[in-house]
């Protein structure tokens, strides 16, 4: 087992990351920049280095000082969390050159699943059913309008080495196509320095479903149960929860052998998610994996009870998986809300200043908050605006609601704004309560109403 490791991010996940670390008795050691002097996970961590001024290219971004932090502080593993460089293969391989070990998949695998055509291609080849789309590159807007009339409109042009909703654009119709190629390479090229493109169709009223992978370096795998991420807002995830509310145990099961079928064709190491779109009559279409730790993590870990981030830690340390497939039961139900500093009402705009009150209500069993925030900390301009993550078990889904509700409106965040109220009103929408929501939701038939309530107009139920 590993004497001492560098966790190479910030925030909440380092904090998170840090916490499983001391308590399997390993030495810590964060980094930070000239921005976080004071963040929590430096004060945490046994060792604190700083890696740079506050801009993420300078700092957290940086391979060579995260790495020569790692070598001067005598570190065995490097833990990247999610975000930053968790999915560079440059980064990863890196790593094995200066003797490090990277908690996560080996570098050619994050190249691989990186490469969202390349990836699809694979899974293609290994009989694993995705949605219907271009089989390569998008190399013209001709070529591109081809494929869209065959497969139907609307379509969805997407940069291979995207993530995060960037270099995405909807096409409607066919002289849309031209200008939507042309912004979504664009922005591609500026954002992973990367514009090759492919196509797929517009999955109409579809859950985004997704499911965390495990396997060994002894070839064992196994699933976890699913994680249902269908609330989004510009294609970012603002709610999860599991499992999935209308996935019966038979569905489960079929959905759990095919991820581990994707696992198994991508030759996979340590943890990952694999997600998918499934359709009105239940098929599931692989979209892309994610080859490190999630943000929606928690939920999995509060519904089966294990620490996945003290898994990925024994797995890259050459020990075999933990637990089986058996052991991987459902306990009952957990949602996780994302806190972000921004004001929903100005159009979630971010908002940055001094945390000068904070409560955080937790106590009763089934109730977590993850966060690195403390009264007095300075909320700054230079990275995400996720502050917190706070997540609610229950025996069942409503008693998951009931006491997410809770969370929200006993917790206090002052001196900035927050998504908070946004959250609450999700909670308490009669679709959500159902279950009777899509990846669409949230945008088009939730939004409208929530800003007509805020602008003070009655809207019936």
Request: contains cysteine.
């Amino acid at each position: 087992m590993f004497k001492k490791v560098l966790v190479a991010n910030r925030g909440e996940i380092a904090v998170r990351v840090i916490r499983s670390l001391k308590e399997m008795g390993i030495k810590t050691v964060a980094i930070y920049s000239t921005a976080d002097r004071d963040s929590l996970h430096v004060q945490l961590a046994d060792e604190a280095v700083c890696v740079g001024g506050p801009q993420p290219t300078a700092s957290y971004l940086n391979l060579k000082n995260i790495l020569a932090a790692a070598v001067g502080t005598g570190a065995q593993a490097i833990h990247p969390g999610y975000g930053f460089l968790s999915e560079s293969a440059e980064f990863a391989q890196m790593c094995t050159k200066c003797g490090l070990t990277f908690i996560g998949p080996n570098a050619e695998t994050i190249d691989q699943m990186g490469n969202k055509e390349h990836a699809r291609q694979l899974m293609i080849k290994n009989h694993v059913p995705v949605t219907p789309g271009s089989q390569g590159f998008i190399t013209s807007v001709t070529q591109a309008e081809k494929i869209a009339a065959k497969v139907g409109y609307p379509v969805l042009l997407k940069a291979a080495a995207g993530g995060g909703g960037k270099g995405i654009r909807q096409v409607s119709k066919p002289e849309e196509m031209a200008n939507a190629l042309a912004s979504a390479q664009a922005e591609a090229k500026t954002d992973f320095g990367d514009d090759r493109m492919y196509l797929e169709k517009v999955m109409q009223n579809v859950k985004h479903i997704e499911v965390q992978v495990f396997r060994d370096k002894f070839g064992q795998t196994v699933y976890f149960p699913e994680r249902d991420c269908s609330l989004q807002r510009n294609k970012q995830k603002v709610l999860e929860e599991s499992p999935c509310n209308v996935i019966t145990e038979r569905e489960r099961a079929k959905l759990g052998k095919i991820a581990v079928q994707a696992a198994e064709a991508a030759g996979y190491f340590n943890t990952g998610t694999i997600e998918f779109l499934m359709d009105q009559d239940h098929n599931f279409y692989f979209m892309e994996m994610n080859t490190r730790i999630q943000v929606e993590h928690t939920v999995t870990e509060m519904v089966t009870g294990v620490d996945l981030v003290k898994a990925q830690i024994k797995v890259a340390a050459g020990e075999k998986l933990p637990f089986t497939q058996e052991d991987l039961k459902i306990k009952g139900h957990a949602i996780e809300c994302r806190i972000n500093a921004e004001d929903p009402a100005n159009n979630f705009m971010p908002s940055v200043g001094d945390i000068d009150f904070l409560y955080l209500p937790i106590g009763n069993p089934g109730m977590r908050i993850d966060t690195a925030l403390y009264q007095g900390e300075k909320i700054s301009p230079f990275y995400d605006s996720m502050i917190a993550k706070i997540v609610a078990f229950g025996q069942n889904r409503t008693e998951a609601i009931e006491k997410m509700k809770r969370l929200l409106n006993e917790m206090v965040i002052r001196g900035i704004n927050t998504n908070q109220d946004f959250h609450s009103a999700i909670l308490s929408d009669p679709d959500f309560v159902k279950g009777l929501f899509t990846n669409t939701y949230l945008e088009k038939e939730f939004l409208p109403k929530w800003r007509s309530r805020s602008n003070g107009e009655t809207i019936s139920a």
